[in-house]
Structure formats: C-alpha cells, structure tokens
C-alpha cells in the first residue's frame, strides 16, 4: 500500500483492503523532527476489512511512504518507490470539505467551496444571468429557529418578537413552535443576531450559490418545480399555512445540502434591493405563495430593513471569513 502525507492539518482518510487484524504503523526518521503516530481502525465492508490512516499535523509536505499491513513496521522518510501513489477522490459539490458547529448559537454550517457559478435570470432584468466568482465560506445549514433566536434575546436582553397568528392575523406573545424558524423579524434584528453569533448575513451571491449550486439550478434541487420539495401554501387541502419545522424537507436540498432555499420563510441577504439604498434583498419566498416563479434561486424579494415582514420574514447566516 502507498499513502500520501500532507502538511494540511486537515484529516484525511485513505482506504485498503487487508486480511489481517489493523496494526500501528510509525513513521520517523529522515528529516522528521518528531515521529508520527497513525490510528487505525477497521470495519466489515462488503465482506472485507477496511483499514483507515489518519494524519495529524505533519512536516512533510506531498512525501509517500509504504505501509506493510501484515506487520507493524517502521520506515525512514523520504521513500524511494516504484509505485504509482493513490490519488485522493476528486472534489465536488456534495463532497465538500465538511461541516462545522458555530459554538455560539449550535447550528450546523456547510462548507462552500470557492470558485464560479452561473447566477441570475435571463428572464429577470434585476439579476441578469452571469458568471459569478465567490470565495469559499460556511453557511447555515438551516434557518435560525425560534429556540436559537430565543437564546440570542437571553444573552442580550432583547425582546422576542411577538409569534404570528395565522388564522385569525394575530400575533400572540409567545412561541409555541420552538423548531420553526423565527419570523417576524427585521434585517435589523437579523444582523444584530449575526453580529452576536460571530457570523454575518449572506451576500446575495452567497446565498444564491448555496441554493443553487454551480450549474445555474432553477430550483435548489433541480429544474423542474416539485411542490413536494418545500413548504408552501396550500399544500394540502385545510392547510392553515405558517411555517413548518425548519429542515423538514430533506429532498427539497440544495447541491451542498443547504435546507429550505426555497419555501418556509423568506431570508434577509445582506444588500440593498437597488441604488436607491432604502430596502435590504429577501431571497426564498415563503410558506405563503404558491407560484412556482418566485421559489427560483434567482428570485429577489425586498422590503425596508426597519420592518419585520409580518409573518413571512427569516434568516440564516454566514461566515465572515474562513477561519
């Protein structure tokens, strides 16, 4: 077997067959200041074994090494082989680098890699379709939810907004719905949670390329609109309307997994609407339409940042940088 080393702190994890128990293989000597320790672990696959490396941080930066997997062994680096080395699975749009915990407020973030997208509407004159290079961030795999949003007025004595009362147009002074995502809320109240999380809200380029992906998707989980993929109105006979949980609709995903791009509740993004500077952008419509138009990636919704949206209006974040 031939492995590679990378200087990346990043875990990597290579895969071979072998018939025997896992041994601990050390790697020392050479120009290495400090040996290297490499866990094993192996488990039924397909009725073989399968043997998994892990790297911690290392000096060596692109050297092979060889690993006898019958016996433990010890070897000197740099390697002289003769071997061709295993190449590491290319990366794509729902094989990105991870996700990650935001230790603030607890909610998931996805990776999204850098690179081109195809962004906007030749149908749409506000966002052109075009060409769009974003640098690489982590975004909230959900919306902020009631519970989140609750904790964030706790810490910073704000006051919950009141929850909306869909039947009757009301609005009552509690939440009863704590996974839903919050709504009612303004672009103010928004960044002001993204400021006290350590995050920022989406850029309009962000957020469309989350939603989706690089090939210019209409909809986050494809061309084709498929009601069954997000909550909107009337989508069953009687339905009340308002939200529902957030996340709810897994097969509604965007390319990297990002939930609920299009439906449930509307997301403040970070830009003015145009030159004039007097409303913030709203992407992902909501619970309460049903025109498949306005569920597209592309679509742009606007309203003053100062007021709360009703019943309609949420958000999620984004990292400020790659740390």
């Not at 909610?107 to 962004?119: H, K």
């Not at 379709?129 to 961030?137: G, I, L, S």
């Not at 145009?274 to 992902?284: A, I, N, P, Q, T």
Request: glycine share 8%; net charge positive; charged share 25%.
């Amino acid at each position: 077997m031939i492995c590679r080393l990378s200087a990346r702190p990043a875990v990597r994890l290579l895969l071979a067959t072998f018939a025997v128990v896992p041994t601990i293989v050390h790697a020392q000597g050479g120009s290495a200041k400090k040996g290297i320790e490499n866990r094993t672990a192996a488990s039924p696959v397909a009725g073989q074994k399968r043997l998994a490396l892990i790297f911690g941080n290392t000096n060596y930066d692109g050297q092979l090494f060889a690993v006898n997997l019958l016996h433990p062994k010890t070897v000197s680096l740099p390697v002289t082989l003769t071997a061709v080395a295993v190449p590491l699975p290319p990366s794509n749009e729902s094989n990105t680098d991870g996700t990650k915990i935001n230790p603030k407020d607890g909610a998931e973030m996805i990776r999204i890699p850098a690179g081109d997208f195809l962004m906007g509407d030749e149908d749409r004159s506000d966002n052109k379709r075009r060409t769009v290079n974003v640098p690489a961030y982590y975004i909230y795999k959900n919306l902020v939810t009631v519970e989140m949003y609750e904790k964030f007025c706790k810490a910073t004595g704000r006051k919950m907004p009141p929850e909306p009362e869909y039947k009757s147009n009301k609005f009552n002074p509690g939440w009863s719905k704590r996974d839903h995502p919050i709504v009612n809320v303004s672009w103010n109240d928004a960044k002001a949670y993204c400021d006290w999380a350590g995050m920022k809200l989406p850029t309009e380029e962000q957020w469309e390329k989350a939603a989706r992906g690089t090939q210019g998707n209409l909809y986050p989980w494809g061309n084709d609109f498929d009601r069954s993929k997000l909550w909107c109105s009337k989508l069953s006979p009687g339905d009340a309307g308002g939200t529902t949980r957030a996340g709810a609709f897994v097969s509604g995903a965007s390319p990297y997994g990002v939930l609920d791009m299009a439906g449930n509740a509307w997301q403040w993004c970070e830009d003015w609407y145009d030159s004039s500077d007097k409303e913030r952008v709203l992407r992902g419509a909501s619970w309460f339409y049903e025109d498949a138009v306005v569920f597209r990636a592309s679509f742009r919704g606007r309203y003053s940042p100062s007021d709360r949206g009703l019943y309609v209006s949420g958000f999620r974040a984004v990292s400020p940088g790659l740390p």
